[in-house]
C-alpha cells in the first residue's frame, strides 16, 4: 500500500460527509486506504459512513480518548507507506496530495510535509514557531495579532521549513514513525502535533511547508470557543506538559 489516510472524527458528521467526499477521487486508487477512527460519536456518523462509504475502514473507540491516542490507533492498523493525517474539517483534492506524496518521495530526509489550508479564500496560519506560553495566552484570548509567516505564505512559493506544521494535514513517512514513534498520547488536545514535528526535527528529519498546494481547512478552533470547559482545561494541561518535556517555555 502506497497511501494511508487517517481521519479521525467526533460528533462531526455533517463536515466528516464532505472530507470523505473530497477524497473520491483519491479513494479509487488501489494503493490507498482511508482508515476513519471515531472517538464515541453519538451522531451516526459510524453508520452514515458505513453506509455510503464502505470502502473507508472505521476503527470505533467508544469514548473520546483525544487526538493523539485516536491517530495512533489508525497509524497502527494502516499500511501505507505513507501517511496522511486529516482533520474531519479539512476538504481535500487530489492535486494536493499527489503533490505532497511526491514531494516526499523525492526528498527522502524529509519526514512531514504539508501544504496550504485555506478557508472563505483566506490562508490560515498552517505552518508555525515554537508554541510559547506567550503565543498561546494570546490565542486563548483571540487576540493574536497577524502573523508574519501568514503573510509570507500567501506570497511564497518556494518551499519553507518551519518549527511545525499544524495537525489538521500532515503527509508522514512510514520510515519517521519507524524512527521517533508514535504521537505522544500524554496529550490530549493541543500541541501534539508541534511535538511531533519537534521530535522528528530533532532526530535529523526535515519539516516542509509547500505552499503550492493547497486544501480547505474549516477551522473550529474549540479551545477559543469555550475557555472554561473541559476541553480548554486539557489543552492547557497538555500545554504544560509540553514545555516541561521540551524544557522550553518562550
Not at 6 to 22: F, K
Not at 28 to 33: A, H, R
Not at 47 to 68: C, M, R, T
Request: some cysteine; glycine content about 6%; overall charge negative.
Amino acid at each position: 500500500m502506497m497511501l494511508s489516510i487517517v481521519i479521525i472524527t467526533w460528533n462531526s458528521l455533517e463536515l466528516l460527509q464532505d472530507c470523505i467526499s473530497s477524497l473520491d477521487v483519491v479513494r479509487q486508487s488501489e494503493d490507498v486506504e482511508v482508515l476513519l477512527v471515531d472517538n464515541g460519536s453519538k451522531d451516526d456518523s459510524v453508520s452514515f459512513i458505513s453506509q455510503h462509504y464502505p470502502s473507508v475502514k472505521i476503527i470505533e473507540l467508544g469514548e473520546n480518548k483525544g487526538v493523539a491516542y485516536a491517530r495512533n490507533r489508525g497509524i497502527e492498523q494502516s499500511s501505507g507507506e505513507y501517511l496522511l493525517l486529516l482533520d474531519n474539517d479539512t476538504i481535500a483534492n487530489e492535486q494536493a496530495i499527489e503533490g505532497m506524496l511526491q514531494f516526499l518521495k523525492n526528498h527522502s530526509d524529509v519526514g512531514i510535509c504539508g501544504c496550504k489550508l485555506m478557508d472563505n479564500n483566506q490562508v490560515q496560519e498552517s505552518y508555525k514557531s515554537y508554541p510559547g506560553i506567550v503565543v498561546k495566552i494570546k490565542n486563548l484570548l483571540n487576540c493574536q495579532s497577524k502573523h508574519s509567516v501568514l503573510e509570507t505564505a500567501q506570497t511564497n512559493s518556494e518551499v519553507i521549513e518551519p518549527v511545525y506544521l499544524i495537525g489538521a494535514c500532515q503527509m508522514i513517512r512510514r520510515e519517521l514513525i519507524n524512527d521517533i514513534g508514535l504521537l505522544d498520547e500524554k496529550i490530549f488536545y493541543g500541541p501534539e502535533d508541534a511535538d511531533f514535528c519537534l521530535r522528528a526535527r530533532n532526530a535529523g528529519w526535515r519539516v516542509c511547508y509547500l505552499p503550492q498546494y493547497s486544501i480547505i481547512h474549516h477551522w473550529q478552533r474549540l479551545t477559543n470557543k469555550k475557555l472554561f470547559s473541559l476541553l480548554a482545561y486539557k489543552h492547557i494541561h497538555a500545554l504544560f506538559y509540553f514545555y516541561w518535556k521540551h524544557k522550553r517555555l518562550f
